[in-house]
C-alpha cells in the first residue's frame, strides 16, 4: 500500500524500498518546505489535476554530468544564432513549457498550483531558469531547482529548432561554474540519452544525492 503523507510534518518514506516504477507517496500539499524535503531525498512531485499529489523516485534515475553533454557540429551552428540567459524570465519560461506541450496536442502536469509553487520557490532563490533567445524572442528554456551540488530538472521547452538543447548546454555551463556534480533529469528519455545523459540505479543515484547536498546552497545564479 502506497503511504498517505501526514498533513503536519514534511516526513517522506524511504524512497529506497519503493518500487522501480518508483511512487514514493500521495497526499500533502505543495508547500516549499514540503518540496524541498521531497527534492532533499530524491524524490519529486508528478501527478495530474484530477489526481491527488503523487511523489515519485524512480528506479533507474536518468543523470547528465555536466561534462559529458555531447554537443554536435549542428548544434554548434545552431547556437551562434542563441543568446543563452539565465533566471532572466521563470515565470514565462515555466508557462512556455507547460503551454508548448498543449499547443502539440499533449498533456501537461505543469497546472496553476504547480506553476504558482515553482514561482515562490524561484523568489525564495531554490529554483532557477535558463532562457534560450534568438533575435530578442524567447524560443527555449528549462527551469528546476538547484541544491547542494545537483540540479533537480523539472521541464525544458523548444520553439524552434535545437533551442532547448542550447539551454541545456548553457545549463551544463552554469553547473560547471558553481562546481555542481550532475543533472537529474529523473525518468529516462531517448532525447536526454542522446545529448549524453546515463541511467543510475536509485540506490547509488540516493547515495550520489546525499554527497551532493553537502555543498553549499547557491541562491544567486546571475552576479
Known amino acids: ?12 518514506p524511504n524512497p529506497a524500498y519503493a518500487g522501480k516504477e518508483g511512487l514514493v507517496a500521495w497526499g500533502g500539499d505543495l508547500s516549499a518546505g514540503r518540496i524541498l524535503s521531497a527534492y532533499e531525498r530524491g524524490i519529486f512531485p508528478w501527478f495530474n489535476p484530477s489526481d491527488p499529489i503523487l511523489w515519485w523516485s524512480p528506479d533507474p534515475r536518468l543523470l547528465l554530468f555536466p561534462d559529458a553533454i555531447k554537443v554536435s557540429a549542428s548544434l554548434r551552428k545552431s547556437m551562434r544564432h542563441f543568446e543563452i540567459t539565465y533566471d532572466k524570465d521563470f515565470e514565462s519560461v515555466i508557462r512556455l513549457c507547460r503551454d508548448t506541450r498543449i499547443q502539440k496536442g499533449e498533456n501537461s502536469w505543469i497546472f496553476d498550483a504547480i506553476i504558482e509553487a515553482y514561482i515562490s520557490l524561484h523568489i525564495d532563490g531554490f529554483a532557477h531558469s535558463v532562457e ?10 528549462l527551469y528546476g531547482l538547484y541544491l547542494g551540488g545537483v540540479f533537480c530538472g523539472e521541464s525544458m521547452f523548444s520553439q524552434k529548432r535545437d533551442a532547448s538543447k542550447a539551454a541545456l548546454v548553457g545549463l551544463c555551463q552554469k553547473v560547471k561554474e558553481l ?16 545529448m549524453g545523459a546515463v541511467e543510475i540505479k536509485r540506490d547509488l543515484f540516493l547515495v550520489m544525492l546525499k554527497k551532493a547536498l553537502e555543498k553549499p546552497m547557491h541562491h544567486e545564479w546571475v552576479k
Do not use: R, W
Open 1 to 12: 500500500m502506497i503511504p498517505k503523507l501526514n498533513e503536519h510534518n514534511h516526513i517522506f
Open 132 to 141: 534560450c533567445y534568438c533575435e530578442g524572442e524567447l524560443v527555449g528554456g
Open 179 to 194: 562546481e555542481g556534480d550532475f543533472i537529474d533529469c529523473q525518468i529516462p528519455t531517448a532525447h536526454l540519452k542522446s
